[in-house]
């Protein structure tokens, strides 16, 4: 194999697979007439992105991810060639020459493309993925909790994460119309997300799903998704709605938060025409702020941990959002005024008062 290509294209396509790859797994480079494709895969996983370059000789390798990311990062060069000299890859630069192992040919193979379902806008998923990623758990020995879970059901993609505590559930759509339900690993996911560009194809087989675009390619086995659903959170009790601005609101919540105990834990008291935030703690005092609000319904004073509130918060940032409070231990569901081309539903449990 004999190549050129540009430095900080190969470097962003081999640090992108790096980055969803297991640290020590092998990467494929394969060279021919269309470029170079950077390629890696485990049991669970397959990813590949291409890369443009001028190809001398065809060819492909296996060499050692880490080190060819970290090479690549560090180049300060337009251009670098990347030829085969017996048992290792080398690097070549005009001034400096870097040589990595040949690793056996059967690791790296390039994935196979699971059939295309349907297509989404690349913007907008990677939007809805930030916030309904954010609530998914980071607690491994609970995988189950540990992914998004992805519904296709005509025209609409729903996304759907929780860890309990909270649920986020964005739905945005689709460029035609498929059929979908899986739950895939948040951090992945979001992973993928972030390096995909333009409209984004959305792949299922059986036990595993795909995400594609112009130059990538990422495959995963998938979870179990049927016990995570928004129908499972009861909100048809809703009693009392506010409407305020986000910002606002979260603004008032990390200053009163600071008087918080360990636990964090704010007051909403929800009056006539205005909502008090309220918290104490014993060894650095106490904090109230009231801000004006639209309020429909009785008064009510429900508590949340406030870095969840926050969180909450700042998926409506720039908007006005609508906290619809239910009574007792029930969600509050935060939606916006006025939602745009993502709709996001946000699910908060109340805290018991301390």
Request: proline share 7%; aromatic share 4%; with cysteine.
């Amino acid at each position: 194999m004999d190549v050129t290509a540009p430095a900080h294209r190969l470097s962003a396509a081999v640090s992108a697979a790096s980055r969803l790859l297991p640290a020590r797994a092998g990467l494929r480079l394969r060279a021919g007439a269309g470029g170079l494709t950077v390629a890696g895969s485990d049991p669970d996983l397959a990813v590949r992105f291409d890369c443009p370059a001028t190809t001398h000789t065809d060819g492909s390798v296996v060499v050692p991810s880490a080190p060819l990311a970290e090479t690549l990062r560090m180049l300060d060069t337009d251009l670098v060639r990347l030829v085969v000299e017996g048992s290792r890859l080398a690097l070549r630069l005009d001034n400096a020459r870097f040589a990595l192992p040949l690793l056996a040919t059967e690791g790296g193979s390039f994935p196979a493309e699971p059939p295309l379902v349907s297509e989404v806008d690349g913007a907008a998923f990677a939007s809805a993925l930030r916030i309904v990623a954010g609530t998914a758990s980071k607690d491994d020995p609970l995988p189950l909790f540990t992914g998004v879970r992805l519904q296709a059901d005509g025209d609409r993609l729903t996304l759907t994460a929780s860890d309990r505590y909270r649920m986020a559930v964005a739905r945005l759509p689709l460029r035609a119309p498929g059929a979908l339900d899986v739950l895939v690993p948040a951090a992945l996911l979001t992973e993928a997300a972030r390096q995909a560009t333009g409209v984004v194809g959305l792949h299922l087989s059986p036990g595993r799903f795909g995400l594609s675009w112009p130059g990538g390619l990422v495959g995963t086995a998938v979870l179990d998704a049927g016990f995570l659903s928004e129908d499972s959170i009861p909100s048809g009790a809703v009693d009392t709605t506010v409407s305020l601005p986000a910002d606002a609101l979260a603004a008032a919540v990390r200053r009163v938060g600071v008087y918080a105990e360990d636990r964090r834990v704010l007051t909403l008291e929800v009056g006539d025409t205005q909502v008090r935030l309220a918290s104490a703690r014993q060894d650095t005092g106490e904090a109230e702020e009231t801000l004006k609000a639209a309020v429909l319904g009785g008064r009510t004073s429900p508590s949340f941990q406030a870095r969840y509130l926050l969180d909450a918060l700042q998926a409506f940032a720039g908007e006005e959002v609508v906290l619809s409070i239910q009574p007792g231990m029930r969600a509050c569901i935060l939606r916006a005024a006025e939602p745009g081309e993502v709709a996001l539903t946000y699910y908060l449990m109340p805290m018991l008062p301390r």
